[in-house]
């Protein structure tokens, strides 16, 4: 590996290429997570293809989803291998144990899906953007899209760790009406028959969960085919174009949460949908969608800025002056997306399930710890 | 709280607890017979899953599907037993540890690059699916009443085979002296790989019986794996009997756990707080269960040697 590093370097001295631009990619390439790592990297990778830039030079390592090998990932790409710009981690708490080291070492990062809260508010950093949403975001859509349909006593459920409680906070936070119910379930829990009996027992007349991975599979199965027929609303996590086909049936007619879908109308996410399908072979997702906008994002910072000059690429980041496939999108002062989250319902076209867009969650939403953000 | 929701997460519980029987019976026959700690067994669950989904998936018929799962799992259980296992009998126990976990690593790899990353999808067929109305107007879904009953049908196969065969009689006297019986003319190296293999079938028929109401994925067998050397444990290594209850005990505990115990936080302590404590404490409940059996029966509850 080290000699073909070295011969590539004689090669790039001989030719007398230009300055190149070295960017670290650390995500989930294994394990139960690795659908979400693989959409980012091919998203992100499409984006570079489609840019036609060859002074990017991509480095991309799996994580496993364990925060110890991602940490031991990053030391390696900052300091042996010097990345100017990193990317990649999927799971909030392989971010925290890499993104504050990170920026404090100079590296910008970019974050494709991540939106820990503590690095929205007081923990944000002038090296630290968002491209995805804060991990808040869809969950607060959630809860204001059962206002607007006029739910008043919903069942609420997510497994028992930080990101799970982030998001029952996060739907408590809009959400105007009465709790039948407020559980947590256990950290990978494939079973759910105890809460189900419980959802039946309780006289709610909504059920929100968040239950991401093979959990909201599971869940969403068992619950179809318990006969409870109470509406269900939750983010887009357990209804992403990788999980529907794999719950079938039982998802359709389910509301669910997105900043993008593949049916947003304007020509750019057209294109990307058209051309994912056609580079993959299958739908995009929406953390393809999020590897897309990452690696279209930093494309539009290069043309602007080199990264040596680090406060001119910063604030060519800050500009966010590229085209996403989500439509508007801006930066606030915490560099999180401000953005519109929609809402979409699961449908079945063919013999693929997938989502449609059936109105407006929230409009150009920021989150909540923005206020608390000194950047210096 | 009512009665019916009681009874209905009673029958939950039975439901777990059968299922994960299945998994524990052969992996306490592999200990109990051959002497190793197997923890590739949650691999073998896996290739159940994957092989019912990919078979339902291009035949779309349930029972095909579960004998595919059958014999994929004792195909891949034999293999398994000839190449490694074989070799790891007379070693140490962490030898065979660090086997079988590269096993787990090479199973779950092998199983991306053949099906991808993305979860498969599995369904209960239509005759097994929808609630059904028992006495005392339960709602209660069919497909958990039919997995109690084959997880209790197959506890009764094993049981037959183990107590009332000759094949059985091999197996108990493996467990109680492998030179002697090798000595008395049974082919023990045969026997070891159909032990393997009747093991790996049960975790692969667990895997496709619980897939079909839970996520197919790469990986999904370890959880289980680690609930099933729990209920080894409690039971007694080596004793299917003990197995059976340790199941039973800890599917109960679990599932009548995490219904009841923030229910019952809440009468003395405000209502946040006792669901987050009630819930943490729900997830020891079963370990809470093991460390009080081996105080009390260090042995297990059914176990034979100490």
């Keep these: ?376 | 709280m009512s009665t019916i929701l009681i009874i209905e997460q009673v029958l939950n519980g039975l439901q777990s607890g059968v299922m994960l029987f299945l998994m524990a019976a052969g992996l306490t026959l592999i200990f109990g017979v051959m002497g190793l700690i197997n923890l590739a067994h949650g691999s073998l669950y896996m290739v159940g899953a994957f092989a019912a989904a990919a078979v339902a998936g291009v035949t779309g018929s349930f029972l095909l599907a579960l004998l595919a799962a059958l014999a994929a799992a004792a195909a891949a259980g034999v293999l398994v037993e000839t190449l490694v296992i074989r070799r790891l009998y007379a070693a140490d126990h962490l030898d065979q540890v660090l086997a079988t976990f590269a096993l787990i690593l090479i199973f779950s790899e092998g199983t991306r690059l053949i099906f991808g990353s993305f979860p498969l999808y599995l369904d209960i067929p239509s005759w097994l699916s929808g609630p059904v109305t028992l006495p005392g107007g339960i709602q209660y879904p069919l497909y958990r009443l039919a997995l109690i009953g084959a997880g209790l049908a197959v506890a009764l196969a094993l049981w037959v085979l183990i107590e009332r065969t000759r094949i059985g009689i091999q197996i108990r006297a493996g467990e109680n002296d492998r030179e002697m019986i090798a000595a008395l003319g049974v082919d023990i190296s045969k026997l070891y790989t159909l032990v393997f293999a009747l093991g790996a079938a049960l975790a692969g028929l667990a895997g496709a019986l619980v897939g079909a109401i839970q996520s197919v994925q790469v990986g999904m067998g370890e959880p289980v794996l680690i609930l099933a050397f729990v209920t080894i444990v409690i039971g007694g290594i080596g004793s299917i009997k003990g197995a059976f209850v340790g199941a039973i005990l800890v599917g109960l505990t679990q599932t009548l756990g995490s219904v009841f115990l923030p229910v019952l936080f809440r009468l003395f302590l405000e209502p946040a707080t006792a669901m987050s404590l009630g819930a943490s404490l729900a997830n020891m409940a079963v370990y809470i269960l093991m460390s009080l059996v081996l105080i009390f029966r260090p042995a297990g509850l059914m176990g034979a040697r100490a």
């Design chain 1, 1 to 376: 590996m080290k000699k073909l590093l070295l011969t590539t370097a004689l090669a790039a001295l001989a030719t007398g290429a230009q300055a190149e631009v070295k960017v670290g990619m650390i995500t989930t390439l294994s394990g139960g997570g690795a659908g979400l790592g693989l959409d980012v990297r091919d998203g992100f990778l499409l984006a570079l293809a489609q840019s036609g830039r060859d002074d990017i030079e991509l480095v991309v390592e799996d994580d496993q989803q364990a925060p110890d090998i991602a940490v031991q990932l990053s030391d390696k790409m900052i300091q042996s291998e010097r990345v100017d710009v990193m990317t990649g981690i999927i799971f909030s708490n392989l971010a925290m144990a890499v993104i504050p080291s990170a920026v404090n070492q100079g590296v910008v990062y970019l974050s494709p899906n991540a939106g820990p809260s503590q690095l929205a508010g007081r923990g944000c950093h002038p090296n630290y953007f968002n491209v995805a949403w804060q991990n808040d975001n869809l969950h607060e859509a959630a809860g204001a899209y059962a206002n607007t349909a006029g739910y008043t006593n919903s069942f609420i459920l997510a497994p028992n760790y930080p990101a799970g409680q982030d998001a029952l906070t996060g739907y408590k936070r809009m959400y105007q009406g009465e709790l039948a119910g407020e559980i947590y379930t256990q950290l990978g829990q494939t079973d759910y028959a105890a809460e189900i009996a419980q959802i039946r027992a309780s006289g709610a007349d909504s059920v929100f969960f968040f239950l991401p991975g093979g959990m909201g599979i599971s869940f969403l199965k068992q619950y179809a085919d318990s006969g409870v027929d109470i509406p269900v609303v939750g983010p887009a996590f357990s209804f992403d174009q990788g999980i529907l086909q794999a719950v079938g049936a039982a998802a359709l007619g389910v509301v669910n949460t997105a900043q993008w879908s593949k049916d947003i109308d304007i020509p750019v996410n057209q294109a990307f949908v058209e051309s994912f399908s056609a580079e993959y072979g299958r739908l995009p997702s929406l953390y393809a969608s999020q590897g897309f906008d990452t690696a279209n994002l930093l494309i539009s910072a290069l043309e602007k800025a080199d990264p040596s000059d680090n406060d001119a690429f910063r604030a060519a980041l800050r500009d966010a002056d590229f085209e996403s496939t989500r439509g508007a999108f801006r930066f606030g002062n915490n560099q999180h997306p401000i953005q519109t989250i929609y809402a979409r319902e699961v449908v079945q076209e063919g013999d693929v399930f997938t989502n449609r867009i059936i109105g407006v969650a929230l409009e150009d939403h920021a989150d909540a710890y923005a206020a608390e953000c000194q950047m210096p």
